[in-house]
């Protein structure tokens, strides 16, 4: 047995919901034109209505599966034959079915709600809205709601209970708490009917929120949303009242709510729940683009936190791998510098693995670990290097910068310069703070190789980590020039660290 995926019954939904909402709009239009009030009339109409508007269901949704020729034909047969055999038999045998028939108004009510389920519009206005508003239930919501009723069921006790606790003069609200309760067993019956009008008034919202909104308006669209609110309208609003019109309470003419004058189905019960439905669905859409909006920040957030940890993990191995390789040449010839570089070489490694994984550190560690790494760069080097270094002394321990950050231009001044090299070599490397504004200004010299000195070759994957990490860190907040200039790479930048 075959099953139906998801988007088969995505399909079959948007389509189905549309003629249910045209069955009921046509069977109410003619309950309500009749002048009938009882429930067996309305039951009696509605099923009625439910067998003639039928066949348009059944030929609009197998239609909508059956494409070209043949979904036209099963289409036409629901709309154009069905239609035209009522009419004959309505001048047959004009009681053909318990004396209703089909009038034009209900045929087009049908034929529109067909043609606009169809309409590639409603079905761009659905891709644009689907899955834009797929959102958690917001608790703030319900509370607001469970508020707003809360203080209603407060303010109709006044009313219901005592004489002067509540009252309208001049259109005005008046309150007043300055009351004696002598009757206290009005007052708690009074209070459990409006718990029970608020109930019935909150799962009306609730409905509204987790299953039109969270649900329908989410997965299918907005013309099916639509639809599917007026189903649940002209549903909920007969049942909801039948409760509320049999509670004494609901005589009160304080209560706000439709007087009890034609019965359940008259027109005031409607407006009263689509007012409920089209005043609570903007407070549900704005709390839910609210919590979104939120949520989205949250994601952005954790996603920088990622990329930050990533970029960082592509820095230490490839500083690693330079200074090993260090180490391991001054060990084959067995250099008295190898246990000096391996002292260095901890002292680093104690910063990256207890420092270098948070989010920031004291400047003043921060520098020591590029002391550490250039005194290393200058044991090794010899009299291969020119090194000017000028380091003002200030109190770094004051500001924070984020880790292993300005390691980055000083290796690349080292690894392009030393290492690509046998001549002497020249860098200069100047780091002071003014206030809270950080200073680097890292030159090295280039090799005399004219493929090696252009700017692609000098601008690696560190180089790229250190400006997006840049980007990241401190938007809006440094400035960066690097490039060549003469036979010098410089590289001049500017952290505002406060």
């Known amino acids: 047995m075959n099953r139906i995926n998801s988007k088969e019954r995505l399909l079959i939904a948007s389509n189905i919901i549309p003629m249910v909402c045209a069955l009921l709009i046509v069977s109410h239009i003619e309950f309500l034109s009749s002048n009938m009030s009882s429930l067996t009339d309305y039951v009696l109409v509605t099923f009625t ?28 047969l629901g709309f154009v034959v069905y239609p035209l055999f009522l009419v004959l038999m309505n001048i047959i045998e004009p009681d053909f079915i318990m004396g209703f028939s089909l009038s034009l108004d209900d045929y087009l009510v049908f034929l529109l709600f067909s043609i606009f389920a169809k309409l590639p519009f409603f079905w761009s206005v659905d891709r644009i809205f689907k899955k834009r508003l797929k959102l958690a239930q917001l608790s703030f919501v319900h509370a607001f709601m469970l508020f707003a009723l809360t203080a209603w069921v407060f303010l109709m006790v006044l009313g219901t209970s005592t004489e002067n606790g509540l009252k309208v003069a001049s259109d005005t609200l008046i309150v007043s708490l300055d009351l004696e309760l002598i009757d206290y067993k009005k007052l708690l019956v009074s209070t459990l009917q409006l718990v029970l009008i608020a109930s019935i008034t909150w799962l009306i919202y609730f409905t509204n929120n987790r299953v039109l909104v969270n649900y329908i308006l989410t997965n299918y669209g907005v013309f099916t949303y639509c639809c599917a609110a007026l189903i649940f309208i002209i549903i909920a609003t007969p049942a909801a009242f039948i409760v509320i019109f049999s509670l004494p309470v609901s005589q009160q003419a304080l209560l706000f709510l439709p007087d009890n004058v034609t019965g359940i189905f008259q027109r005031e019960n409607y407006i009263f729940t689509f007012w409920l439905i089209t005043l609570t669905t903007p407070v549900i859409l704005a709390f839910n683009h609210h919590h979104r ?5 949250q994601l952005a957030q954790q996603n920088t936190k990622a990329e930050l940890t990533l970029l960082q993990q592509q820095i230490n191995p490839h500083f690693l791998f330079n200074v090993l390789n260090n180490i391991y040449a001054k060990v084959i010839t067995k250099s008295d510098v190898a246990p000096v570089l391996i002292d260095h070489l901890a002292s680093l490694l ?15 560690d921060e ?35 984020a880790p292993l950050l300005l390691i980055i231009p000083i290796e690349n001044a080292f690894k392009h310069s030393v290492e690509k ?8 490397i100047q780091c002071t703070l003014k206030g809270s504004k950080l200073s680097l200004v890292c030159e090295n010299s280039l090799p005399s190789s004219p493929q090696s000195s252009s700017p692609k070759n000098c601008s690696g994957v560190g180089l790229n980590n250190f400006i997006k ?11 960066l020039n690097y490039g060549p200039i003469g036979n010098k790479w410089t590289l001049n930048l500017t952290i505002e660290l406060a």
């Not at 550490?372 to 924070?400: G, P």
């Open 469 to 479: 990490r840049l980007e990241l860190i401190y938007p809006e907040k440094h400035c």
């Open 49 to 76: 209505y439910l067998l003639m508007g039928f066949p348009f269901v059944l030929s609009h949704l197998f239609a909508q599966q059956s494409r070209g020729l043949k979904g036209i034909l099963i289409w036409g």
């Open 293 to 297: 909006e939120r949520r989205l920040a």
């Open 421 to 428: 090299t046998l001549e002497h070599c020249d860098i200069n």
């Open 350 to 364: 104690r910063h990256s693995v207890y420092q270098g994984q948070q989010s920031f550190v004291p400047l003043a």
């Open 367 to 401: 520098i020591s670990y590029l002391t550490h790494f250039i005194e290393l760069q200058r044991i090794r080097a010899k009299d291969n290097l020119r090194l000017s270094v000028d380091i003002s002394q200030e109190n770094w321990r004051e500001l924070k910068i």
